[in-house]
């Protein structure tokens, strides 16, 4: 690794960890913890949303997608993208209105059952998990092309630099964390996108004639069908990507750093014209890579093609933004890994430690120490989980996070906020019944089984055909909600009353403020 390219790196590691030391002497409570306190700006929040959900998959996995299988890759685009509208018009401001620091706050606000409590705090666990899978394979295969030391200890590294931002920073450094890599992710992406533009006149036209003439398979790479054959399948991603954003643990506790529901919908307007313009962009990241790197080269680098963006870098711009582009992922990797963290460990430390097993008797600093301790418990049971998926593209990993979040957190979201008829049997159902199809179809996956050795986690004949199962395992939880409130116990009107005035009006949560 050249002088450059470490001086890029150290760069990087030194501005985010001199952050962290800095929110840590605001570091004194749960809330400056979990929430930096409620004291995050529109503007800055909106800037930490979309760097917490431009990820590994985003940068590296979607131009590894497009570059390999043209317009097929771009659906990953589209979906991530579309998503927010279901978050801005439908959850965000609800939810700000109704919880404190976590998904579940949200929910019991409703229900002040231990069981759901239990029940959504371990739905945002097992998403976490998935996530954080694919940050640290990304982060493994970036490290050892930019620093050369092996797989494995690359995700290692990765894994103690994120929990050290978590444990001594909490939300304020990771919020700040994200804003200074989505900043210079935008940065190194224009760059990029320009230089390849300028290879082809800066006309559009000529890189699509271009591309599809050179990647060897014709006028098929710029339509669909190259990658996802079956319609259905494809569908079912689509579902996933949309629909899972609104489910997200780390996405959904972003809305609590901030004070009121109508700074949480200016945080969304912020994040979603960010998110929209990285993601029109990818297209020349992919098509860039396709034909001024190659498959051959790509693929080599990483079976999985997570590499696409770095190679394209060095091949446009040399070892210099090639250097560049690398650091920057690698900040990518370390900001939206500690939101992960940081969500994980309050499911944990706030939900199950602090609220069900405690009964709420739980001062700040128990609560603190029971956050920090997990906090290490999921970065360390994330990076085995990783160690063992180095040939599994990103971008897949986190579309099945995607999965179990539209099919197990959404329904009960919904519902809660505007099913008269919703009750405790109702949401217990939509959670159980979401998270377990999501969990047992994916297992039976191509994803998980292929005949063939190399492509897939076990040798054997899927007995699920779908790589995706949201179209099914959504709909299941949405279902399950439904019978579960026709079944179960009558429900209280007032409550339902009180829970939709809060979620309309931000009563009991903030001042008074124009909606």
């Known amino acids: 690794m050249s ?10 590691v030194g501005l985010t960890l001199f952050v962290t030391y800095l929110a840590s002497k605001k570091n004194n409570s749960a809330a400056d913890f979990y929430t930096a306190g409620g004291g995050l700006t529109g503007w800055q929040n909106g800037i930490a949303i979309a760097g917490d959900y431009l990820s590994a998959a985003s940068f590296l996995g979607i131009a590894g997608a497009i570059a390999l299988f043209g317009f097929d890759g771009f659906f990953y685009s589209l979906g991530y993208l579309v998503a927010y509208l279901v978050v801005l018009y439908i959850v965000a401001e609800p939810l700000r209105n109704l919880g404190k620091f976590t998904l579940a706050d949200m929910i019991t606000a409703r229900f002040n059952q231990k069981k759901i409590r239990a029940t959504a705090a371990v739905s945002s666990i097992v998403i976490v998990l998935f996530y954080m899978i694919a940050q640290l394979v990304g982060a493994g295969a970036l490290i050892q092309l930019l620093l050369g030391i092996d797989y494995k200890y690359a995700v290692i590294l990765v894994g103690i630099m994120m929990t050290i931002y978590v444990l001594w920073g909490g939300m304020g450094a990771t919020s700040w964390v994200q804003i200074i890599k989505a900043v210079l992710l935008m940065i190194g992406t224009v760059i990029i996108s320009v230089l390849v533009l300028a290879k082809f006149n800066f006309n559009i036209l000529e890189m699509f004639a271009t591309v599809s003439e050179t990647n060897g398979n014709g006028g098929a790479y710029l339509q669909a069908g190259l990658k996802y054959t079956n319609g259905i399948d494809t569908m079912s991603m689509m579902i ?14 972003r809305f609590f750093t901030v004070k009121d529901a109508k700074t949480a919908r200016s945080s969304i307007n912020w994040a979603t014209w960010i998110v929209g313009l990285f993601y029109i962009l990818t297209i020349f990241l992919g ?23 770095p190679l394209l870098a060095q091949a446009l711009g040399g070892d210099i933004l090639m250097s560049f582009i690398s650091a920057v992922a690698f900040a990518t990797i370390l900001a ?8 994980g460990a309050s499911a944990f430390a706030h939900d199950i430690y602090g609220q069900v097993i405690k009964k709420g008797n739980i001062t700040e600093k128990q609560q603190m120490v029971a956050a920090r301790w997990a906090s290490v418990g999921v970065s360390v049971f994330s990076i085995i989980l990783a160690l063992f998926s180095q ?15 539209a099919s197990a957190n959404l329904p009960v979201i919904i519902y809660t906020i505007y099913y008269k008829k919703f009750n405790t049997t109702g949401a217990m159902s939509a959670m159980l019944f979401g998270l377990i199809s999501a969990l047992v179809l994916v297992a039976m996956s191509p994803n998980v089984w292929a005949p063939e050795a190399g492509k897939a986690i076990f040798v054997g004949d899927p007995l699920f055909p779908l790589t995706n199962p949201a179209i099914i395992s959504v709909p299941l939880g949405f279902l399950a909600g439904w019978i579960g409130s026709m079944i179960g116990e009558k429900v209280n009107a007032r409550k339902y009353a009180e829970v939709k ?8 949560v903030s001042d008074s403020v124009d909606h």
């Open 336 to 343: 939206v890994v500690a939101g992960l963290v940081l969500s």
């Open 501 to 508: 005035v809060n979620a309309t009006t931000g009563l009991n």
């Open 287 to 309: 098509f860039g890579a396709a034909a001024f790197v190659g498959s051959e080269k790509i693929l080599a680098a990483n079976p999985a093609g997570n590499m696409a963006a």
């Open 391 to 405: 040939t599994l593209n990103v971008a897949f990993l986190v579309s099945l996070a995607f999965c179990i979040a």
């Open 240 to 253: 996933a990507l949309v629909l899972g954003t609104a489910g997200l643990p780390h996405i959904l506790m």
């Open 3 to 12: 002088i450059i390219g470490i001086s890029f790196f150290v760069a990087i």
